[in-house]
């Protein structure tokens, strides 16, 4: 079987464990448990008829004064960059995040994932920001770990790229 390892990163309590938990396991937990370090994931998808183990970095939240660990980021295949929609500055923190994963990684496949579709009327980020992302060329899906809106989705789309 082929195995992948895929990095998420993104600001802190932007939903990435929450986001990986809907994937892996299937479940939603409205605690809050802060990442410490890195937490190591794996989950078999059948992809196109093939067969992937998708080995999941869940990284520590990013804040600018604790950055990106880019060790943990090397040597993947693929990459999701979560923002939580109801606060900007991690969208702008994603976008940063996503300059510094291709300067490290080259060109990987690499998804932005704006987390908390739930509370879409609550968003505060511009459509027409998100708009200019995505006319950029860069993938952008809005998921919802709580409501499990696009997860596997998002992950398939990683691991249909990788693959490719």
Same mark, same amino acid.
């Given at each position: 079987?082929? @195995? ?17 938990? @809907? ?72 976008? @940063? ?63 249909? @790229?990788?693959?490719?």
């Amino acid at each position: 079987m082929i @195995r992948k390892k895929v990095a998420v990163v993104g600001a802190f309590a932007v939903g990435k464990t929450s986001l990986v938990q @809907r994937f892996v396991s299937g479940i939603f937990s409205a605690r809050y448990l802060t990442t410490v370090g890195v937490k190591i994931d794996k989950r078999d998808c059948t992809v196109d008829d093939r067969q992937v183990t998708l080995v999941i970095w869940d990284l520590e939240g990013e804040d600018g004064a604790h950055g990106l660990r880019l060790s943990h980021v090397r040597g993947s295949s693929g990459v999701l960059v979560v923002a939580d929609g109801t606060r900007p500055a991690t969208f702008e923190a994603a976008l @940063r995040l996503g300059d510094e994963i291709d300067g490290l990684l080259g060109p990987v496949p690499r998804l932005l994932l704006l987390n908390k579709a739930d509370l879409r009327d609550a968003w505060q980020l511009e459509d027409s920001a998100i708009a200019a992302v995505r006319a950029d060329g860069q993938t952008v899906l809005e998921t919802s770990a709580k409501a499990g809106t696009a997860v596997a989705a998002a992950f398939d789309e990683l691991a249909r @790229r990788m693959l490719a």
